[in-house]
T-cell receptor
Framework: EAQVTQNPRYLITVTGKKLTVTCSQNMNHEYMSWYRQDPGLGLRQIYYSMNVEVTDKGDVPEGYKVSRKEKRNFPLILESPSPNQTSLYFC?????????????????FGDGTRLSIL | AQKITQTQPGMFVQEKEAVTLDCTYDTSDPSYGLFWYKQPSSGEMIFLIYQGSYDQQNATEGRYSLNFQKARKSANLVISASQLGDSAMYFCAMNLRAGSTLGRLYFGRGTQLTVWP
């Protein structure tokens, strides 16, 4: 089954304790992305990756790191989490929009990770 | 600057009626794609429908249709014959084809739809 898998689904932790949210996709997609969702703000992009070893900042990258060493995996790292990073996080993937014919490929989303930082 | 605007924080509709969820967008790129996603209370993001900027006809997928008015930069979602299971948050999103923004999705803030019996 084609899917994007995020782990953990829920996490409560404390300020300053490094954490990693994993994301894996089995569809051989080039493009992967992380979003955070906050009430009243919709989804905002944190980081995205066009392919292996290619990452770039989205709209709200502060306080986050990512890496893309393998095509299928795109972990989100919070080196020193703070309470304002409490949010619902989504990982997504899609085929590379190499040309206009693939622009209509929707992004496939993981089920989300609800993160609470005390 | 916000690229996607959803002006309706909440909408209510009676079962079996049609409902329109508004979405306006802002871009100078001639090539773009518009998407609608549904997020039920369980939290997952479900892709509903897509419209390309060069598509001549409005997109339809079952009970969902997209009312695309390019000159007005609007991409409203129409749900016909609403069902109780349509109660959810709905997000409008756009991606651009130009340069490094290829594949990036810009989301609106969402509209919470409630369908009542």
């Amino acid at each position: 089954e084609a899917q994007v898998t995020q782990n953990p689904r829920y996490l409560i932790t404390v300020t300053g304790k490094k954490l990693t949210v994993t994301c894996s996709q089995n569809m051989n997609h080039e493009y992967m992305s992380w979003y955070r969702q906050d009430p009243g703000l919709g989804l905002r992009q944190i980081y995205y990756s066009m392919n292996v070893e290619v990452t770039d900042k989205g709209d709200v990258p502060e306080g986050y790191k990512v890496s893309r060493k393998e095509k299928r995996n795109f972990p989100l790292i919070l080196e020193s989490p703070s309470p304002n990073q409490t949010s619902l996080y989504f990982c997504a993937s899609s085929p590379k929009a190499a040309h206009s014919a693939t622009i209509n490929q929707p992004q496939h989303f993981g089920d989300g990770t609800r993160l609470s930082i005390l | 600057a916000q690229k996607i605007t959803q002006t309706q924080p909440g909408m209510f509709v009676q079962e079996k009626e049609a409902v329109t969820l508004d979405c306006t967008y802002d871009t100078s790129d001639p090539s773009y794609g518009l998407f609608w996603y549904k997020q039920p209370s369980s939290g997952e993001m479900i892709f509903l429908i897509y419209q390309g900027s060069y598509d001549q006809q409005n997109a339809t997928e079952g009970r969902y249709s997209l009312n695309f008015q390019k000159a007005r930069k609007s991409a409203n979602l129409v749900i016909s014959a609403s069902q109780l299971g349509d109660s959810a948050m709905y997000f409008c999103a756009m991606n651009l084809r130009a340069g490094s923004t290829l594949g990036r999705l810009y989301f609106g803030r969402g509209t919470q739809l409630t369908v009542w019996p």
